[in-house]
């Protein structure tokens, strides 16, 4: 039979534009969250991560907004570089049984 | 530091050999997991160790699947025997208790 693979949200930006990848988690319980990058052959590299007790934590041209109201996680990205290419991958991490759970990610592509 | 490290980077195997992937975790990190990435399913963790000892094994496919951390700095996992459908980019990460991973660069194996 035919193969399906994963559907990948996508997102393409003009170079210097702001970025927004959303993410929806799936436990209320969730206390910790991170945002990873993965860029093409490479495995995945933190970029930022919040605690349940805060709504909002900034970086260096990144800033995680958390609404646990909703369940929803955020990642903007200012001053979108063509090295900000990759997918992102959201993790959310449960206490209870102490591991983080990926979602499927969304691929960036930025547009020079 | 040199970060997690995996080997070997390629592997291409026929069906039914044993394959052996090697990791190396970031000194000092105490919890080691094995991600198994697929165009077909994502990211996926199939096991993880805490202070070498294995505390969710659940994501691992069948019992062809086999993983072990003699010591804090090294683990292997091992498919024996391999199929075509085990054929993915297989992905260790380390950390200090339950805080951010870091990924290694991952294996990508290939099974005809």
């Known amino acids: 039979g035919e193969s399906v693979g994963l559907h990948l949200p996508t997102l393409s930006v003009q170079e210097g534009d702001n970025s927004i990848i959303n993410c929806a988690y799936s436990?209320?319980?969730?206390?910790?969250f991170i945002w990873y990058k993965q860029e093409s052959g490479k495995g995945p590299q933190f970029i930022i991560d919040i605690r349940s007790n805060m709504d909002k934590r900034q970086g260096q041209r990144v800033t995680v907004l958390l609404n646990k109201t909703v369940k929803h996680l955020s990642l903007q990205i200012a001053a979108t570089q063509p090295g900000d290419s990759a997918v992102y991958f959201c993790a959310e991490n449960i206490p209870t049984g102490n591991q983080f759970y990926f979602g499927t990610g969304t691929s960036l592509t930025v547009i020079p | 530091d040199a970060g997690v490290i995996q080997s070997p980077r390629h592997e291409v195997t026929e069906m039914g050999q044993e394959v052996t992937l090697r990791c190396k975790p970031i000194s000092g990190h105490n919890s080691l997991f094995w991600y198994r990435q697929t165009m077909m399913r994502g990211l996926e963790l199939l096991i993880y160790f805490n202070n070498n000892v294995p505390i969710d094994d659940s994501g691992m496919p069948e019992d062809r699947f086999s993983a072990k951390m003699p010591n804090a700095s090294f683990s292997t996992l091992k498919i024996q025997p391999s199929e075509p459908r085990d054929s993915a980019v297989y992905f260790c990460?380390?950390?200090?208790?339950?805080?951010?991973?870091?990924f290694g660069p991952g294996t990508r194996l290939t099974v005809l």
């Open positions: 436990n209320s319980a969730s206390d910790y």
């Open positions: 990460a380390s950390s200090l208790d339950w805080d951010q991973q870091f």
